[in-house]
């Protein structure tokens, strides 16, 4: 089901075990939308992908996520999610500030042959920016 | 039908009439998520709920949004919207800079008795600065 899929899904991004991911990512993957994202309007393919992920853990290794609400309906599904990190490496030339940071966002997921091909993404980056900063 | 409720409670937010709005909005109204939002947190009486509507109408009196997808499931509904306007009124202390901006969120609402009785939403809040300052 779409559903458990993507919920697998944001497991994956909560660990270090990246050994599910090509049974829940498309072959070409694209960020449609997500703004402040360094790889919007790309298609991905799964090693791209997977660094951006690795990108992701290596920033905070402890990145936690939980969904918090989940809806499907066809082709799609939409969730909101809650992540939590300790910002122990770089972040696009940011240099580590040991900082507990909380932030989230809403993702709707185009679901196809079973598998997650792309998304439309809004994380509150304003409320990141300003946790860093603060 | 709720899709169709979310789709008329965007027309009513695009435009200065609002007598449809008792008929999408329940008497009590959560935001239960909406970070950076003046009233987070908070449940809104019709009064409330409209006044925060001509509270976005003043700032930008050509306000439209267009609901560009929406899934629903149970007592859900999801949608990715686009708005743009002219900022013509004050902005939270911001006096109008007439500058034409363009954002875009996600939002989860909850249906209760056939009306939207509280949503979950995120705001690209910091593209939306980076017009505003830009």
Known sequence: MASDLIRRLYETWSKDDFSE???????KYTIFSDPGDAWEGQTLDRGTYRNRLLYSRRAFPDLVFDVMQLIAERDRVAVIWKAS???LGDLRGLPATGKRLGFSGQTFYLIQDGKAAGHWQVIDRLGFI???QG
């Not at 991911?21 to 072959?27: G, V």
């Open 21 to 27: 991911l090509d049974s829940l990512i498309a072959e």
């Open 85 to 87: 990190g300790t910002h």
């Open 130 to 132: 300003q946790q860093l």
